[in-house]
């Protein structure tokens, strides 16, 4: 949903939160100075709006709910993913798996052990 308060101000000759102000008073409307903001905003949608007061800003604007809130677009579905390897049968995931065909290389004599990280 988009919150499109600006936007139907505008097509009506109002472009700041003191003009609107004053035209929801005179409608009987009375909105705090920091409400007005949050309604106001273009950045952040208000998390509620009461049913009243949303009647009387429509009813100020000359618009309905509709043209206060928009839907956006469906988001895009994402491609399905690729399959998954088959899992291999019990007694063959040793065999499948393993890292390489014969034991580790051994180090040579006197080559200094690998430390290890901090606990």
Known sequence: MRWQLRLRAAERGVFTAVEMRRLLAAAGLRVSAGKMSALWSATVMPVSVRLDDLEVICRVLGCD??????????????APLAPLPPVPAAGTIGE??????????ARPAGAARPSLPPV
Not at 65 to 78: F, I, K, Q, Y
């Open 65 to 78: 709910a509709a043209g206060l809130l928009a839907l956006d677009p469906a988001p895009a579905v994402p």
């Open 96 to 105: 499948a798996w393993a890292p390489c065909d014969g034991p580790a290389p």
